[in-house]
Each structure stands twice: as structure tokens, then as C-alpha cells.
């Protein structure tokens, strides 16, 4: 299939070896495909680096910056966190579903109707004003989980029960969440005919380190807020639920063969409604933190298309749930060095091409280059 | 070779001379001679596997011949690609039709062709197209789009596409496997039309009636050497010609022990259940397995065997009748309770449903158990157990795996299904369905699969064998039952094979006894 056979003279010069292209008849060792994610991150940067020179810049220099401005400090290492955040719990809500091979492409959505159902706890309200801040927490926890399980079980259910393609569903169901916000943040909840909601009240935000700067001096204007530890947590669990139980060894046999798995009697469509809820959960779960740990209020621009990096995320950590979270923080740097470096558009482009090299190599976890020494005829 | 040089006194359109096709392991074709003359049907006769198939793939160019000269109309050839094939007249219509479903089938007869070159001047064409169909009585309206088409009239398509491209030699790969009675009469119809204008047609098949009907000469393989060159049919009968495929007068018996059948565990009555297409597939089927017993099912692909199978589990709903394992009802109910009622399959399509080729040799194997203790606790998977009971029957079952971390999808075909057999045999089924279990595996691993199964039925579980391979079935099974447009047409116990190539061939039992007696 797959025979690239350099034995033919190159332009009259015969090269001393022979390289072959084969697929793979054992299995690559454990180590081999995050080596290949970090080699897919390293071309990706020196490509970066390639367009930044002919653009008439210093790549070591501008790298060093972008270093600098994302790790550089304990300061700007915060920033960086708070902008992985949300990163963190959209990529798990990917790579969930993509484990089963659900190509939830909705996590923008349902990030936007997380924020919602997070922002009607405050603005209906559904909690008194002077309600515990404990209260706030887990009630628009919960409330911002729901309403981005309920976006995702409109194209689960209808996957399941119709066979609708979840791609196009989900997607499409981005467009209507963004307007359903707009519709409340314009009409119902605008603040004096801006395009936002009041500014919630601080009972109704998230902890932030800096909360804590009176015990813990260094944590002092550190923004890191308490949505860190919901990514991590939810990590965990979802990295037990896919590699421990007897459901995610569901999910990875439906990924794999469809087919397989109903013939050892797993209902898929039941699995295709029940991924597509909690990884619209974990999406609104993004959606409610970055609302009550960063914007404090309703409104339009709340996410700079966290939802498809999440995509990206997912793949570039190999859907597992743990490496999602240190992918993160590496996306959240480049979110970050977008506004140190001009033009800002190089960070994007990194992370376009990072995706790029990603898929490109992966044909070396099914195929080995075999280079052998050319024998004389 | 002196001898090619030599005008031929008959006109041989073909002739093929001490081809060698080598795959790893196998000698597919050694040292084979083929001729074939102008206007003749000549066919090509073996058993799975003899090499038929891939001796045309090597005239259709397909395959390159590791040795052996092909010459066309006195010419040698060397053909790289079938459009070499083509352009030398020479076509192949394959068991696997390669057409697009959305187009029409005037739109697939030009795919790949240097015209029209722009415009699509379909209308045109349509009529072109009408015109060679209606020379050959090839009846299919050029304007259809594929999927509205029967099988039979997307078999009129691809041979509508080599004519077409102006083949003088169609070669026919089991054409007949695949369609219904009427239809395979309208095919021979057809045939004998283009024979009649010329034609050459090569016919590869195993089915004797067919080949004593339709062809005028016949050439015999078996394990890649021709056994018989050229005979007339009219020289030869039936019985002559399943001796030279076969090789052996009797029908070969596997060892096999006396059981004495026990209780009934299998009672199938009157099933009703529909294709995928919506078709009926199953037209009230019943028939009983009782312990200790292999029951085969006989038939040509595709009247009905497969949906049967998938019925049985409950992968496709029943829309009539009654499916009893163990005195329990299980019509409609889901697959883990048929699976907890102690029912098993063995898929006939080893990679696309038996197994997750993406996982692991241990994922495999407990596919059936992974939610039952001591592999599934609780909430979890408990993977020492889950690897220990891999490692187990890797030993019993003797699987080649270096450990069973390996990915199945590097497996070989007679490793892979030693996985699935594992797996459903360590299950200890009171009910198996074997679909095919020995497809395309080599002689060891066909003896090896067999007498696990015999070793099944020794321990009282009852089997339902599904296979097309009548040699197969006649060995292993006590009693074979008739399939046929999925309806069950008999059943014989004594092995008859003249009676049940009668039955596959759509007569009942009672008419095949009725004319015995008359």
C-alpha cells in the first residue's frame, strides 16, 4: 500500500542507501507516541520560527519572549493557568467523546450554555443575593453542567435515535447557543443597553489565590482561580473512568468497532446519549468557571474559540485525560504570548501547525522507515 | 518457446502457459495452462482456494505472474494494470461489484473513460449505452441511478461497462453466487447471446449444475495445478467432474465420536426477519439443535444464512415467529441476555465484527466477560484478572502473540480466529453458532478450528454450523438443514449431497422424494 521505494536513481544520482516505507507488523513501544506528539511540537515551532525569520524577526528572540511572558514569573504563570483553565475541561470534554469516536465539534456551544445556566443562578435569580458563597459554587456548578449536558443530548439523542451526523449537529448547535446568549445579554439581562449583564455580586465568584493573600503572601494578586482544581479533579476521574472501568472499556470498544461492541451486547446508542452528556457537561463546566472565575458577568466575548482549541487539545494529548491538563497549560502559554507578540497572529498559526504535524505524523505510529544499506548490483 | 510462434488452427483468443503465481506461503498457481478459444464459454472449475480466481486476476491484469507467458490473439502480453487488459480486450466482472450508488448507470459505464471529455451529453450516451444492452439482451434502464438496481441488474452493469470498452473476453468470477435463480437464467441468456456474437467468456465456479449448463469446455483446478485441461462437456459428467475438483471419491470424515443428542436447546420456529435493505430475508424458518449435536445449515451465500445468524442473537429484530434457547423465550430480547443464556457466535466476518482490531489480545477476550466477576468488579475491570484469563488462553489456544498487550489487527486470519474461538468457547456455550468458521484459513488451522468444535459438541453444547462449504458441512455436522430465499427446504441426515445440492438449488425435500418414487 504503502511502498515509497527509493531505489529508482534520483535525478542520475544513486543514493548509498535504500530507505522503504512498511507498515508496522508489532506495536510501537509505550514511549513512542508522546515522543512523536512532542517531535509534532518541536517541527511545529521551528516552522513558527521559519515564518517569524522570513517575516523579518528573530524566532529565538521572539520564542524567548513568549517564554518569558508565560513562565517567566510566578505572576504570568497564573495568567497562564487561568487562561488553560478553560482549555483544560473543553479538551477533556473532547477527548471523552472522541474516545468513543464522537465527534463532538459542539463544545464551543455548549461552553456558551454553561456560562448561561451558570449566569441564571445570579441573574434570575435562583439563589438569594446574600446567599453562602459555598452555595453559589456548587449550585451554578451544577446548573452550568446541566444546561451543557442538555446541548449535548439534543445531538447525542438525535444521533442515537435518528442517526443524524453528530458533526454537522453539534456544530450547528454552536451557532444557536451564541445567539441565545446574545438574545439575553442584549434584551433580558443588558446593563443599561450595553451588550453585558451586571457585574455579578462577590459571593458569586469563584476563589482566587489571591483570595488567600493574607495567609499566603505570595499568592497575592494571583488570579488563578478555583476552576484549576475542578479541571484537575475531573481528570482524574474521567482518566479512571477510561482506563479502570467497565464503562470507558465500553466507550474504547465502541471507538474501535461499532460493530464489535454490539455484537458483545453494549447498546450504542444508549453510550452515544451518555457520552454526549457528560462531555456537554464538562464543556458547561468550562462555560460556568470562566464565568464566575474571570468575566464575572454575562456577555458576548467570553471565549476566543476555546471550544475548537479543545479539539486540538484533545488530539495533541492523545485523548488522555491526564495530558490534556499539561497540553493546556502549553496552549494557554501561546493564548497568553498572543498579545505579547506583534503580529499577534503567529501564536494562532503555531497552533494550527502544531494540529498539522500532529496528523501528519501519526502515519509513523502505523508505518516504520526501514533504511538499509544499498548493496551493489 | 517455438510453439508460439506457430498459427494456431483453431482461433484461441487466449492462451496462457505455465503461469506461476506465488503469494507468502502459498503456490496459487502452479505451472498453468489455459487456452480459450473465439465464441466459447470455457469454464474454470475448483474448490475455494484452488487458484482460479487468481489465475484470471493475473489475465485481467491484476496480478503480475512470477512466471509463464500470456498471449492475446498470437500477441505476447505483459499487462501492468487492467486498463492494459482492457485496451487488449480482455475484462473482468468481479463478485465485488465496483459501482458508485449515486450514479447512474450510464455515468458508471463512462467512469475512467478518456470520453466525453467536457460536456456529459448524458442523453446521448444513454442511448449508446441502450443500443450495446439491447445487442446482448442485457436489460437495465441506462438512466437508473445503482442503488435503485437489483444485484442482477448491477451485474448487467459491469458487464455493460466491458462491452463497452470493447472487451472480446469477459471473465466472470462466480457470477451466479450472488444472484437468484431467475435472475442467473436471464445471465446465461445473456452469455449465450454473446457467445453467439463472439464472445469469449471465461466462467469461474464451484457450482457443477452451472457449469454443465452453460459452458463448452472445461478446465479443472485444484491446489493451483490443473487436474484437467479442456474437456468438452459433453464428455464429461458430473460425477466425473466433482471427482477431478475434489480429487477423492468419497467425502472426507473428520474423526467423530458417538454423542447421543440430548435435550433440544435451539428451537427456531417460523421465523420472520428482513434484510438490510428491508427485503425478507427469512421467510419461516424453523428448525431444532439439540445437545451434543453439529447441525449444519447448507446454502448458497446469501439466501438468508447471515440475517439467520444475526436474528438468532438478537442483532436483528424477528418480525414473526419464535426464538426458544433452553426452554427460555429470547425473541427480540437483547444480546446479553441470549449471551447470558449461555449463546454464542462466531461471526463470519472476523475483522469487522468479531473483533476491535485497535485492542489489545486481553480487550478481545473479555469483549463477553468484562462485566461478569472475576474480570469485572464492581465498577471496574480488574486488569490483572483480565490479563491473566488472556495469558490463559493464549496457552490453551495456542494464539502466536508475542504477549497479549499486541493489538489483534496485526494478527494473521488463523490467529485472529483462534482469538474469537477462545473467547466464545472459554464461555462454555450451551448454544454456539458457527458462521464460516474456517474461511480462508489454511489446512492446520481449519483442522484445528474443526476439532475444537467437535470438542464442543462432545461436551453437550449444540451447534448451529452456517457454512457454504459443503465438504465441511457434511463431515462435521449429524443432520444438515437446506436453506433457500430464507426458507428452510429440507433436511437429510445421511449426507446425501445430491439431495442437498437439489434443496440449495430451490426444490423442497417432498418434491426431490416424489420424484424419486415416481
Redo the contacts between chains.
Keep these: 500500500m504503502t511502498q515509497a521505494d527509493s531505489t529508482k536513481p534520483i535525478m542520475g544520482f544513486k543514493l548509498p542507501f535504500k530507505m522503504k516505507v512498511e507498515p508496522?507488523?508489532?506495536?510501537p513501544p509505550r514511549w513512542y507516541s508522546p515522543m512523536l506528539s512532542v517531535i509534532a511540537v518541536v517541527v511545529a515551532l521551528m516552522i513558527g520560527a521559519l515564518v517569524i525569520w522570513l517575516g523579518g524577526g528573530e524566532p529565538w528572540k521572539v520564542y524567548a519572549h513568549i517564554a518569558r511572558s508565560s513562565f517567566g514569573s510566578v505572576g504570568v504563570l497564573s495568567d497562564t493557568m487561568v487562561k488553560a483553565i478553560p482549555l483544560m475541561l473543553v479538551g477533556l470534554a473532547c477527548s471523552f467523546a472522541f474516545r468513543m469516536r464522537l465527534w463532538n465539534i459542539g463544545a464551543e456551544g455548549q461552553f456558551f450554555l454553561g456560562a448561561f445556566g451558570a449566569s441564571m443562578i445570579v441573574l434570575l435569580p435562583v439563589l438569594p443575593e446574600e446567599a453562602p458563597k459555598w452555595q453559589f459554587i456548587i449550585v451554578m456548578a451544577l446548573s452550568g453542567m446541566l444546561f451543557g449536558a442538555l446541548w449535548g443530548f439534543v445531538p447525542g439523542f438525535l444521533k442515537a435515535k435518528f442517526n443524524v451526523n453528530e458533526i454537522i449537529s453539534t456544530l450547528m448547535m454552536n451557532y444557536i447557543a451564541v445567539e441565545w446568549n446574545n438574545f439575553f445579554i442584549y434584551a433580558v439581562w443588558t446593563e443599561g443597553g450595553f451588550q453585558m449583564s451586571r457585574m455579578f455580586q462577590r459571593n458569586a465568584w469563584l476563589p482566587r489565590l489571591s483570595d488567600f493573600a493574607e495567609a499566603i503572601p505570595v499568592f497575592r494578586g494571583l488570579t488563578t482561580h478555583m476552576g484549576l482544581l475542578f479541571a484537575i479533579v475531573a481528570a482524574i476521574i474521567l482518566w479512571l473512568v477510561l482506563s479502570?472501568?467497565?464503562?470507558?472499556?465500553?466507550i474504547?470498544?465502541i471507538g474501535?468497532?461499532p460493530?464489535?461492541?454490539?455484537?458483545?451486547?453494549?447498546?450504542i446508542s444508549k453510550n452515544v446519549i451518555l457520552v454526549m452528556l457528560v462531555s456537554g457537561a464538562l464543556a458547561g463546566l468550562a462555560g460556568m468557571s470562566e464565568i464566575a472565575g474571570v468575566v464575572h458577568r454575562l456577555q458576548g466575548a467570553i471565549s476566543p474559540g476555546y471550544g475548537y482549541t479543545g479539539i486540538i487539545i484533545a488530539w495533541l494529548a492523545k485523548l488522555n485525560p491526564l495530558a490534556v491538563i499539561l497540553v493546556s497549560i502549553l496552549f494557554g502559554a501561546l493564548i497568553l504570548a498572543g498579545r505579547e507578540v506583534q503580529p499577534s497572529g503567529v501564536p494562532t498559526l503555531i497552533q494550527g501547525v502544531i494540529m498539522v504535524s500532529l496528523i501528519a505524523i501519526d502515519f509513523f505510529l502505523r508505518n516504520r522507515i526501514r533504511i538499509t544499506r544499498r548493496v551493489e548490483e | 518457446m517455438d510453439q508460439t510462434n506457430k498459427p494456431n488452427e483453431i482461433t484461441n483468443v487466449v492462451r496462457m502457459q505455465g503461469i506461476v503465481k506465488r503469494f507468502p506461503g502459498v503456490l496459487a498457481n502452479n505451472q498453468v495452462d489455459f487456452e480459450l478459444r473465439r465464441g466459447e464459454v470455457h469454464a474454470l472449475l475448483g474448490e475455494n482456494g484452488a487458484g482460479k480466481s487468481t489465475l484470471m486476476n493475473v489475465l485481467a491484469g491484476l496480478y503480475r505472474p512470477d512466471g509463464g507467458t500470456v498471449i492475446v490473439n498470437d500477441k505476447v502480453v505483459n499487462f501492468s494494470s487492467p486498463r492494459d487488459a482492457i485496451n487488449a480486450g480482455i475484462g473482468m466482472v468481479h463478485q465485488h461489484f465496483m459501482l458508485v450508488p449515486s450514479q447512474s448507470v450510464t455515468e458508471n459505464v463512462l467512469l475512467g473513460l478518456d470520453e466525453p471529455r467536457f460536456r456529459m451529453h448524458l442523453p446521448r450516451y444513454n442511448r449508446k449505452i441502450a443500443e450495446i444492452a439491447g445487442q446482448y439482451g442485457l436489460h437495465v434502464d441506462p438512466a437508473a441511478k445503482i442503488w435503485q438496481l437489483s444485484v442482477g441488474e448491477q451485474q448487467r452493469v459491469e458487464i455493460l461497462k466491458m462491452l463497452y470498452r470493447g472487451a472480446d473476453v469477459l471473465i466472470m468470477d462466480e457470477p451466479t453466487a450472488v444472484l437468484a435463480p431467475s435472475e442467473i437464467e436471464e445471465l446465461f441468456k445473456t452469455l449465450r447471446s454473446m457467445t453467439a456474437q463472439g464472445k469469449s467468456i471465461v466462467f469461474i465456479s464451484h457450482k457443477l449444475h452451472e457449469v454443465m449448463e452453460i459452458s463448452d469446455r472445461v478446465t479443472v483446478l485444484q491446489k493451483g495445478v490443473v487436474t484437467s485441461a479442456c474437456l468438452p462437456i459433453s464428455s464429461v459428467t458430473r460425477a466425473d467432474l466433482a471427482r477431478l475438483m475434489v480429487g477423492r471419491e468419497v467425502v472426507f470424515r473428520v474423526e467423530k465420536k458417538h454423542v447421543e443428542p440430548g435435550e433440544v436447546v435451539l428451537s427456531v420456529k417460523d421465523l420472520q426477519a428482513d434484510n438490510d435493505k428491508g427485503l425478507p430475508a427469512l421467510r419461516g424458518v424453523s428448525l431444532d439443535v439439540r445437545e451434543g449435536e453439529v447441525v449444519g445449515l447448507a446454502g448458497v451465500a446469501g439466501n438468508g444464512q447471515s440475517e439467520l445468524a444475526e436474528t438468532l442473537v438478537g442483532l436483528r429484530p424477528v418480525l414473526g415467529g419464535k426464538v426458544i434457547v433452553n426452554q427460555k423465550d429470547v425473541t427480540n430480547k437483547p444480546v446479553k441476555f441470549g449471551i447470558r443464556q449461555g449463546v454464542s457466535l462466531i461471526p463470519a466476518d472476523r475483522t469487522q465484527v468479531g473483533t476491535a482490531p485497535n485492542l489489545s489480545v486481553t480487550d478481545n477476550v473479555i469483549m463477553k466477560k468484562y462485566d461478569q466477576a472475576p474480570i469485572g468488579q464492581g465498577w471496574m475491570v480488574n486488569a490483572l484478572e483480565a490479563n491473566k484469563y488472556a495469558a490463559e488462553l493464549k496457552e490453551a489456544y495456542d494464539i502466536m502473540v508475542p504477549t497479549v498487550d499486541t493489538s489483534v489487527r496485526l494478527l494473521s486470519g488463523g490467529n485472529l480466529q483462534k482469538v474469537i474461538l477462545a473467547r466464545e468457547i472459554s464461555s462454555e456455550p450451551k448454544l454456539m453458532i458457527a458462521v464460516q468458521p474456517t474461511r480462508g484459513l489454511d489446512v492446520g488451522a481449519i483442522e484445528g478450528v474443526q476439532r475444537l468444535l467437535l470438542a464442543q459438541r462432545a461436551d453437550g453444547a449444540a451447534i448451529l454450523l452456517i457454512s457454504e462449504e459443503l465438504e465441511e458441512l457434511l463431515s462435521l455436522s449429524d443432520r444438515v438443514y437446506v436453506i433457500y430465499e430464507g426458507g428452510i427446504m429440507g433436511e437429510v441426515a445421511d449426507g446425501d449431497i445430491e439431495k442437498i445440492g437439489q434443496m440449495m438449488t430451490g426444490t423442497r425435500l417432498e418434491q426431490i422424494e416424489m420424484q424419486g418414487e415416481a
Excluded at chain 1, 508496522?24 to 506495536?27: E, G, P
Excluded at chain 1, 479502570?244 to 465500553?250: A, I, L, N, V
Design positions: 508496522r507488523v508489532v506495536d479502570k472501568s467497565q464503562w470507558g472499556y465500553e474504547r470498544l474501535d468497532n460493530r464489535a461492541a454490539e455484537y458483545a451486547g453494549i447498546s
